[in-house]
């Protein structure tokens, strides 16, 4: 499944950060196992309508009771937890070839949100119609710390019409992601790359997968016709007719 990195701004931070060289050692301090965090949406259904742009907010929590979920760039591999970290990654020779080789050492870690293309706000990933999505500031600084039973609510980013008023009926988008750069190299010198998920709405790649699961959906209501509007307010005439009579 395609995804889509919120950050334009990685390979120079993975330069900075290339002094580093962070060797292939554990942490110094315990980490959580990425199976005890876990990433939904907070406000997951909802009425729109057809000319609103939605909010999508997530929630990314520590279901651990004792470890932290760390990012430091100070810290031995950044203080992530060795087991969870490819390594493997990919390198290109500049002639359009990509290529797998083992990492020898780490340069650099990058956390930030990540669109799973999926659902149907939007026909081609992020791009409309009838949406297109937007995301919101990256949520995650360096370092970033998420205590032992914590959580982190933020905005992930926004879908607006792509096209004018969007067609009344349900929409629905289950994939985001929180999305790990690692940086490298191999025994030959070669700069490496990977991307790791810490947590995701949903790793599936359809819907029914996501059953059960956080996913995200909005019923969009058609804005009624101007006849509608005339019958609605010759009705309010009478009542308050009525009423006055009343009176």
Known sequence: MKQTLRSFGLPVRAALLAGLGFALAAPASAQVAWSSLSLVFTEPTGV?????????????????????????????????????????????????????????????????????????????????PPYNFSFAANPFSDPYVLAPGAHHDFLFGTFS???????????????????????????????????????????????AECQGLSYFTRTVVGVPEPESYALMFAGLGLLALRLRRRA
């Open 161 to 207: 019409p792509s096209a004018g008023a969007v067609p009344a009926g349900d929409y629905y988008f289950y994939r985001s992601v929180v999305w790990l750069n690692i940086y490298g190299l191999d025994a030959d010198g070669h700069s490496l790359y990977s991307v790791a998920f810490p947590a995701s709405t949903c790793p599936g790649n359809s819907l």
């Open 48 to 128: 729109v309508g057809p000319n609103d742009s939605i909010d999508v907010k997530l929630r990314f929590s520590n279901n651990d009771a004792s470890e932290s979920f760390t990012l430091d760039s100070n810290l031995p591999l950044a203080g992530l937890n060795a087991a969870e970290i490819p390594t493997m990654g990919t390198w290109n020779d500049g002639q359009g070839g990509n290529f797998q080789s083992a990492f020898t050492s780490y340069t650099g870690f990058d956390l930030n949100i990540g669109f799973g293309c999926s659902g149907s706000f939007s026909l081609n990933c992020t791009d409309g």
